[in-house]
Each structure stands twice: as C-alpha cells, then as structure tokens.
C-alpha cells in the first residue's frame, strides 16, 4: 500500500510514529512500508492488548469513573463468566488443573487467571495467522497504530490515576492497630510490605504522587514518551514488590508494564540513541489522528478532558473515602488498643496464661481498612489476631460482635467507661457470660507511631535494639 504524506522536507524512509503533522505541508509523497516482521508483532501485540482489556476486569472499570459505583456486584466479574467455560477447558485439558474461577476474587493469580493469561496468547496467536493471510497485501497499518496507542495511553492512565490517588489519599497502605501488638513473626509477606508503606504516610504520598505524574504525562501526547517511561521504570519496581512480597496482583501488573513498554516499542532507537550514545536524534515528529489543525486539535481536547474526568473521579471516590476512614476522619466508640486486666468467663477468673485459648489480652477498635474484616479486632493470649465485624449502640452503649469465618459465633457487650481511659465490658461472648477490665494504651508509646522525617539525628532511632 502507498500512503501519500505531508512532508516537510526531502523524502526519506519514516518509521509510523515519525508522520508528519499537518501543519507541515508539502506534496512530495512518501512511500512508508513496514517490513513484515513489524506488521506481524504489531497484528500480534494489537490482537493480545485487545484480548486482555475485553477479558479483564480491572482495565475497564477505571475507565467509567464515578459510573461504576454504580454498577451491580456481579458486573465486575461478567467478563470472567463469559470466558470461564474456556478457561477451565484449557486448565483440564491443557495443563491437567483445576482453573475454576474462586469467588470473591481477592487474588489476580489464581490458575484461572495464569490459563487466562495462556489463552490470551493462543487467541492473539491464531488472529495474528489468519490475520496475516487474510491482509497479507497491506505494507503498513499507520492508522490503526496511531489509534492503537490513544487507547493504550488512556487505559493505563486510567489505572495509573486508580493506583496513585489510593496513595496520594493513604488509603491503598494504610497501618490498623492491630499491626502494633501482632508478633511480626506472624506477619505475611504482604503484610510487611504494607506495614512498611502504610506506617509513612509521606512515602506513600510520594508514591502516588508519582504514579499521578506518569498518568498526566499519559494524557498528552507529546509528553507520552515521558509519560510511558516513568510508568515502565514505577510498573517494574512495583511488579518487583508484588513477586518478592507475595502480592497476588502479578499478572495485571506485568500486563501494565507491557502497555508502557508497548508505546515506548516504537521509539526504542530513538530512546537507545538519546541515552546510550552521543548522537543527537532530533525532534520527533508525531503523528496526527487527524489531517486538519482544527480536528487535531479536538481530538487532544478531547484526551485531555477524557482524562481530566479519570482523575476527578478518582479524586471524587478517594475524598468521600478519606472522611469516612482516614486519619482524620470519624473515630469508632472505644477506638484505640485496650489492654485486658482482668477476664471472667461464665463467673470465673482467667488469670493471663499464653496456654488459654479463650482468654482475651487485648481488645482493639480501629477505623476501617480496605484489607481488614472489620474494625474491630481481639488478640489472644498467644498472639493471634481474630477480627470481628461490629455494630455500635451509643444510646444503649452496646456492642455486637460477628465473625466473618464462623457464621455461628456472636457476641454483644456492654461497655461503660468510669474514666477514658478505663472501660468495664459485660455480656454474652459466644453463649458465654463474660465480664472485662480493661485499660487504654497510650498508641504514642508505640515506636512505630513515631514516623515522619527526622532532620537531625544523633544516631539511628532503634528502640530495644543495638547496633552490631
């Protein structure tokens, strides 16, 4: 296929991100094929983007903004039904695994999402044959490139907007209370890595403020080069943190630092020249979606303002969950980590024994966590954490308690509170009468609570701990 194209100078062979603009115009035509091992990865790379945003949840969602609050549970995982029966096909078949779908999806790498991810490949595979025969005439597809990358663009800003402002408001990381008295011992390996974020809430900030950036710089084409370089270099540190801290977020992750590395394919000469050795490489000149100024010009309006109702709707979203959960939002009755004095079972004192299983050692009320059950937590006397979803009363000053993993077990309390910083609980704990004393901790006697920058410094700040 011939394409004529405005020039602004001598004809020279062009590669399909270095097209004219329009406002550059001569008539010497230019004759741009592709070699066919470009149009073969382009028809592949084309086909499996297209398979993974049609087949993933998590890439259109973003996309409707304040829209998708709106949106019925099981619309976010429609698109995993429709693909389930193969799927699981492929995962008996192929791979002899069961590659069942676990509901609620709390983990991106079940074996139904590495299948998936496997039929993306063999899908994008067959398209790119029969494609490839079919079109087998064509020298290039500059057009559909060119659209191509306005998608991918607005897709991963979409979710580097959904990522980021989760950290700008720190909510993604933040630290609950029962972080401060669980044994780190008993810590997962995502637990630490989200203790370690949420306990500085300027680094997660930080974080988020630079996930924002790559997400504005996404927007506008002419800083998408840069936009998609710091997305690549954020994306491969955090798929780095999700394999060695167990984050179960692996394959979304490397398909989003496979969008990045997508529009930076075109421009890896270019990028190689511009760091590596000492030659200039030049202006770029980028292409237009459309010939005219004034359509062009539209059609960057449009990605801006396309953009610009992303991020609001995620400002939106985060706000409204910043003054119900965050730091400085409403506090829950009793907030804060109770030490248990003294416990009575069915009119019995227990006294404190790591060895009984029933005998409560702290009680904890916290805000509520994306991440955590529910806001209120006991800590046994071996250490073990149980979390309970909880009911407040302040007329009746109750307190209903219920398990998530044990649909049978319930519990209502009373509480009064002679001082505020001493709290009496009576009532039933599972079919038992129970009666506690308990006393508040002071969370600022925590070292953990001690974060924020330090400027001068003597010496590390190691509490209990010296240096070998």
Same mark, same amino acid.
């Given at each position: 296929m011939?394409?004529?194209?405005?020039?602004?100078?001598?004809?020279?062979p062009?590669?399909?991100?270095?097209?004219?603009?329009?406002?550059?115009?001569?008539?010497?035509?230019?004759v741009?094929?592709?070699?066919?091992?470009?149009?073969?990865?382009?028809?592949?790379?084309?086909?499996?983007?297209?398979?993974?945003f049609?087949?993933?949840m998590?890439?259109?969602?973003?996309?409707?903004?304040v829209?998708?609050?709106?949106?019925?549970?099981?619309?976010?995982?429609?698109?995993?039904?429709?693909?389930?029966?193969?799927?699981?096909?492929?995962?008996?078949?192929?791979?002899?695994?069961?590659?069942?779908?676990?509901?609620?999806?709390?983990?991106?790498?079940?074996?139904?999402?590495?299948?998936l991810?496997?039929?993306?490949?063999?899908?994008?595979?067959?398209?790119?044959?029969?494609?490839s025969?079919?079109?087998?005439?064509?020298?290039?597809?500059?057009?559909?490139h060119?659209?191509?990358? *306005?998608?991918?663009?607005?897709? @991963?800003? #979409?979710? +580097?907007? !959904?990522?980021?402002?989760?950290? %700008?408001?720190? /909510?993604q990381?933040?630290?609950?209370?029962?972080r401060?008295?669980e044994?780190?011992?008993?810590?997962?390996?995502?637990?630490?890595?989200w203790?370690?974020?949420?306990?500085s809430?300027?680094?997660?900030?930080?974080?988020?403020?630079a996930?924002?950036?790559?997400?504005?710089?996404?927007? *506008?084409?002419?800083?998408?080069? @840069?936009? #998609?370089? +710091?997305? !690549?270099?954020?994306?491969?540190q %955090?798929?780095? /943190?999700?394999?060695?801290?167990q984050?179960?977020?692996?394959i979304?992750?490397?398909?989003?630092?496979?969008?990045?590395?997508?529009l930076?394919a075109?421009?890896?000469?270019?990028?190689?020249?511009?760091?590596?050795?000492?030659?200039g490489?030049?202006?770029?000149r980028?292409?237009?979606?459309?010939?005219?100024?004034?359509?062009?010009?539209?059609? +960057?309006?449009?990605q801006?303002l396309?953009?610009?109702?992303?991020?609001?709707?995620q400002?939106?979203?985060?706000?409204?969950?910043?003054d119900?959960?965050?730091?400085s939002?409403?506090?829950?009755?009793?907030?804060?980590?109770?030490?248990?004095a003294?416990?009575?079972?069915?009119?019995?004192?227990?006294?404190?024994?790591?060895?009984?299983?029933?005998?409560?050692?702290?009680?904890?009320?916290?805000?509520?966590?994306?991440?955590?059950?529910?806001?209120?937590?006991?800590?046994?006397?071996?250490?073990?954490?149980?979390?309970?979803?909880?009911?407040?009363?302040a007329?009746?000053r109750t307190?209903?308690?219920?398990?998530?993993?044990?649909?049978t077990w319930?519990?209502r309390?009373?509480?009064?509170?002679?001082?505020?910083?001493?709290?009496?609980?009576?009532?039933?704990?599972?079919?038992?009468?129970?009666?506690?004393?308990l006393?508040?901790?002071?969370?600022?006697?925590?070292?953990?609570?001690?974060?924020?920058?330090?400027?001068?410094?003597?010496?590390?700040?190691?509490?209990?701990?010296?240096?070998?």
């Open positions: 011939t394409r004529v194209l405005k020039a602004a100078g001598p004809a020279s062009e590669t399909p991100d270095q097209l004219d603009t329009p406002d550059q115009q001569t008539d010497v035509p230019l741009v094929p592709w070699s066919p091992a470009t149009r073969v990865a382009f028809r592949f790379g084309l086909a499996y983007v297209a398979l993974f049609l087949t993933e998590r890439i259109m969602y973003p996309l409707l903004g829209f998708g609050n709106d949106l019925p549970a099981g619309a976010l995982v429609w698109q995993y039904h429709l693909v389930r029966p193969v799927v699981t096909w492929v995962g008996e078949h192929v791979f002899g695994v069961d590659a069942a779908l676990i509901e609620p999806v709390q983990s991106g790498d079940q074996r139904f999402f590495w299948v991810a496997f039929c993306w490949f063999v899908g994008a595979l067959v398209v790119t044959a029969v494609w025969v079919i079109d087998r005439h064509r020298t290039d597809y500059v057009w559909l060119k659209w191509f990358h *306005v998608v991918v663009r607005l897709c @991963l800003a #979409a979710q +580097l907007f !959904s990522f980021g402002f989760a950290k %700008v408001f720190p /909510l990381m933040s630290l609950p209370l029962t401060l008295v044994p780190y011992g008993d810590f997962g390996m995502l637990n630490v890595l203790s370690q974020v949420g306990s809430q300027p680094y997660e900030i930080l974080l988020g403020c996930e924002v950036t790559a997400a504005v710089l996404l927007l *506008v084409p002419r800083t998408a080069i @840069l936009g #998609a370089l +710091l997305a !690549s270099v954020e994306l491969t %955090v798929l780095i /943190l999700n394999v060695t801290y984050v179960p977020l692996k979304f992750t490397f398909h989003l630092l496979l969008l990045a590395l997508i930076l075109p421009h890896a000469v270019r990028l190689v020249g511009f760091f590596v050795t000492d030659r490489v030049g202006p770029l980028r292409p237009q979606l459309f010939r005219t100024r004034r359509a062009a010009s539209l059609a +960057l309006a449009v801006i396309f953009g610009a109702w992303l991020a609001g709707s400002v939106h979203e985060e706000w409204k969950l910043w119900s959960i965050g730091t939002g409403p506090k829950p009755p009793l907030y804060g980590i109770w030490n248990v003294e416990f009575s079972l069915d009119g019995h004192d227990r006294p404190p024994l790591t060895t009984d299983g029933e005998r409560w050692n702290r009680l904890i009320v916290d805000t509520s966590h994306s991440y955590q059950p529910g806001p209120v937590s006991s800590q046994r006397m071996d250490g073990s954490i149980v979390d309970y979803a909880a009911t407040f009363d007329k009746s307190m209903a308690l219920a398990r998530l993993d044990d649909p319930s519990a309390l009373v509480f009064t509170q002679s001082t505020p910083d001493r709290l009496t609980l009576n009532g039933v704990l599972h079919g038992h009468k129970v009666r506690m004393r006393e508040k901790a002071d969370l600022s006697s925590f070292p953990l609570t001690h974060n924020g920058p330090r400027w001068v410094q003597d010496g590390p700040y190691q509490p209990r701990l010296e240096l070998r």
